[in-house]
């Protein structure tokens, strides 16, 4: 939520600064030149003002057409720049304040304190929510609504009608992206509907529609609607490119090689990740330039380089740690796991697994444990150690149970416990056992075929 600095060397022309002024500029132009004058550009300020001064001296304009335009619309900008402005900083201090409080009184705040209606607070909400939807997506679902609880109800005269559609638009789309992430798949499309129309109803920003089609894709991809998923992905990446921003083009490449590794195509994938690896920015988002190198690192094990993943995976180690991130650590070694195993490194791929393991049942986190115990299972089946697979496929049951697992992934479990106990666990069944774990995540209702 960092502020971007006062530029000396501004690079804005007259030209987008006087289109900006008489209202002409549009959706990305329209938020890059607003941002930067707040950031207190020197030069664009000192140019605004000037055009302000010469209307209040009645000195004539330049075109008896150009000026009144010019005028009416500095002097609105004016009074809702120093609102916002002021509004900015004040929104800071009160975001601080209000992360000191547990969630149960800071929805009693939001609720009955007008004092967080303005439209700068509830954009610092979306943004600490974005976030959090890597290490907590509860946590984000429920700052997205607490940003929406506040834009239902902002007074629209300060902003603008449509600024504020836009905002009500953007909240319901970070509670779409974190419903999905939580598995609440009708939910997600639901938020992301009406997001869709409030949208459509604003001031058409593109950024705002490269950002809803991003979650899109990534609700129609949880689905398993790969042909419409790859379509989103890519109109949003094509928006981000031309807007001139790749580190966003970059976060959408990345969701379409996660469509194409669904469909199959790893050539593909490999194809968006390693673009991806040259437009996404560390320092604007530490999570998912993260991400980028995981996601590639598994691609390079699930083609067959597990030398090279395991390269990977040691480069970006003490990132992870200096994250503080628990949920991407433990993914992390989940992935040392499987690599280690392509590379027969058995006992301690054992231990990367078992490890992965005691952490995501730690977290409450029952589906990423019953996909890692398979992996476990694996690395035990493959050196032969068939008592190793019957001890993992008993105490994985035991977890699910104390963690409330539904039946019907309990009762799947069971076929693959049968099966340890047979001894006739296979690479086949463990991926099938794999695929439906994952798809069990977001249909918890969902049988399992045996």
């Given at each position: 939520?960092?502020?971007?600095?006062?530029?000396?060397?501004?690079?804005?022309?007259?030209?987008?600064?006087?289109?900006?002024?008489?209202?002409?500029?549009?959706?990305?132009?329209?938020?890059?030149?607003?941002?930067?004058?707040?950031?207190?550009?020197?030069?664009?300020?000192?140019?605004?003002?000037?055009?302000?001064?010469?209307?209040?001296?009645?000195?004539?304009?330049?075109?008896?057409?150009?000026?009144?335009?010019?005028?009416?619309?500095?002097?609105?900008?004016?009074?809702?720049?120093?609102?916002?402005?002021?509004?900015?900083?004040?929104?800071?201090?009160?975001?601080?304040?209000?992360?000191?409080?547990?969630?149960?009184?800071?929805?009693?705040?939001?609720?009955?304190?007008?004092?967080?209606?303005?439209?700068?607070?509830?954009?610092?909400?979306?943004?600490?929510?974005?976030?959090?939807?890597?290490?907590?997506?509860?946590r984000a679902r429920e700052l997205a609504d607490m940003a929406l609880e506040i834009a239902g109800r902002l007074d629209p005269g300060p902003y603008g009608d449509r600024a504020v559609l836009d905002?009500?638009?953007?909240?319901?789309?970070?509670?779409?992206?974190?419903?999905?992430?939580?598995?609440?798949?009708?939910?997600?499309?639901?938020?992301?509907?009406?997001?869709?129309?409030?949208?459509?109803?604003?001031?058409?920003?593109?950024?705002?529609?490269?950002?809803?089609?991003?979650?899109?894709?990534?609700?129609?991809?949880?689905?398993?609607?790969?042909?419409?998923?790859?379509?989103?992905?890519?109109?949003?990446?094509?928006?981000?490119?031309?807007?001139?921003?790749?580190?966003?083009?970059?976060?959408s490449r990345v969701n379409e090689g996660a469509i194409q590794i669904l469909r199959g195509n790893l050539d593909q994938a490999g194809k968006c990740y390693r673009e991806a690896l040259e437009m996404?920015?560390?320092?604007?988002?530490?999570?998912?330039?993260?991400?980028?190198?995981?996601?590639?690192?598994?691609?390079?094990?699930?083609?067959?380089?597990?030398?090279?993943?395991?390269?990977?995976?040691?480069?970006?180690?003490?990132?992870?740690?200096?994250?503080?991130?628990?949920?991407?650590?433990?993914?992390?070694?989940?992935?040392?796991?499987?690599?280690?195993?392509?590379?027969?490194?058995?006992?301690?791929?054992?231990?990367?697994?078992?490890?992965?393991?005691?952490?995501?049942?730690?977290?409450?986190?029952?589906?990423?444990?019953?996909?890692?115990?398979?992996?476990?299972?694996?690395?035990?089946?493959?050196?032969?150690?068939?008592?190793?697979?019957?001890?993992?496929?008993?105490?994985?049951?035991?977890?699910?149970?104390?963690?409330?697992?539904?039946?019907?992934?309990?009762?799947?479990?069971?076929?693959?416990?049968?099966?340890?106990?047979?001894?006739?666990?296979?690479?086949?069944?463990?991926?099938?056992?794999?695929?439906?774990?994952?798809?069990?995540?977001?249909?918890?209702?969902?049988?399992?075929?045996?």
């Open positions: 939520m960092s502020d971007p600095s006062p530029r000396e060397d501004c690079l804005i022309p007259a030209g987008d600064l006087l289109r900006f002024a008489a209202g002409e500029a549009r959706g990305a132009d329209r938020r890059r030149i607003l941002e930067h004058v707040l950031a207190g550009c020197p030069r664009c300020r000192e140019s605004l003002d000037a055009l302000r001064e010469l209307r209040h001296d009645g000195t004539p304009p330049a075109t008896d057409s150009e000026l009144p335009s010019i005028s009416g619309i500095l002097a609105g900008l004016g009074a809702r720049a120093a609102r916002i402005e002021r509004e900015r900083g004040e929104a800071r201090s009160l975001l601080r304040d209000f992360a000191r409080h547990p969630v149960a009184r800071q929805w009693t705040l939001v609720r009955n304190s007008r004092r967080f209606d303005t439209w700068s607070f509830a954009a610092g909400l979306i943004d600490a929510s974005f976030e959090a939807i890597y290490d907590d997506p509860r905002l009500r638009g953007r909240a319901l789309g970070h509670v779409g992206n974190a419903r999905r992430a939580l598995g609440d798949l009708a939910g997600a499309e639901s938020c992301l509907r009406q997001a869709r129309t409030l949208l459509d109803e604003g001031t058409g920003d593109p950024l705002d529609d490269a950002e809803l089609l991003y979650y899109e894709a990534s609700l129609l991809r949880a689905r398993r609607e790969l042909d419409l998923a790859l379509r989103k992905a890519r109109r949003s990446a094509r928006i981000y490119r031309e807007l001139g921003d790749r580190h966003l083009e970059g976060r996404v920015e560390e320092e604007r988002d530490r999570h998912l330039f993260l991400a980028v190198r995981h996601n590639f690192a598994w691609w390079l094990m699930e083609t067959g380089d597990g030398a090279a993943a395991l390269e990977q995976v040691d480069r970006f180690r003490a990132d992870y740690q200096s994250l503080g991130d628990r949920s991407a650590q433990l993914r992390l070694r989940w992935l040392e796991g499987r690599v280690l195993n392509r590379l027969a490194r058995t006992d301690e791929a054992a231990a990367a697994l078992t490890e992965a393991i005691d952490g995501f049942a730690e977290a409450e986190l029952p589906y990423e444990v019953a996909n890692t115990s398979l992996d476990l299972a694996l690395v035990y089946a493959e050196a032969n150690r068939f008592a190793d697979v019957r001890r993992v496929a008993a105490e994985t049951l035991v977890l699910f149970r104390s963690l409330g697992v539904e039946r019907e992934a309990i009762a799947a479990w069971l076929v693959f416990q049968q099966a340890a106990e047979a001894e006739a666990v296979t690479l086949a069944l463990i991926e099938r056992l794999a695929r439906y774990y994952a798809e069990a995540k977001l249909r918890p209702d969902l049988a399992f075929e045996a």
